[in-house]
Nanobody, 127 residues
Framework: QVQLVESGGGLVQAGGSLRLSCLAS????????WGWFRQVPGKEREFVAA????????TYANIAKGRFTISDDNAKNTLYLQMNGLKPDDTGVYYC????????????????????WGQGTLVTVKA
């Protein structure tokens, strides 16, 4: 099991930027595929972006393409989500999640395929 702690959320004006971090402990990030999800009250958790265990492959939801960038830093055992051009609709709690790297890469959309989750960090985008 890997422990995950997100940070970097906050209040930002529309058009602004935030960089979310997800610090992993207990295991190297290279043992896992990674995803970022977000959730607003009353709605299901929504896929945002994913990166594979080696950091060589990324994928994005349509809501994130061209605005968000997922990356990792093996030396810091940390995942990032750089978010630019933020919109009020991006408001929500953002979670990072891990699934073991022997899982099929193309199941990145499915929250149930992830075994470890952080506590979330709140992003609020003001119009």
């Amino acid at each position: 099991q890997v422990q995950l702690v997100e940070s970097g959320g906050g209040l930002v004006q529309a058009g602004g930027s935030l960089r979310l971090s997800c610090l992993a402990s207990g295991h190297t990030i290279r043992l896992y595929h990674w995803g970022w999800f977000r959730q607003v009250p009353g709605k299901e958790r929504e896929f945002v972006a994913a990166i594979n265990w080696s950091g060589t492959t990324t994928t994005y939801a349509n809501i994130a393409k061209g605005r968000f960038t997922i990356s990792d830093d093996n030396a810091k055992n940390t995942l990032y989500l750089q978010m630019n051009g933020l919109k009020p609709d991006d408001t929500g709690v953002y979670y990072c999640a891990a699934r073991e790297n022997d899982r099929p890469w193309n199941s990145y959309l499915n929250p149930d395929d992830y075994t470890d989750w952080g506590q979330g960090t709140l992003v609020t985008v003001k119009a």
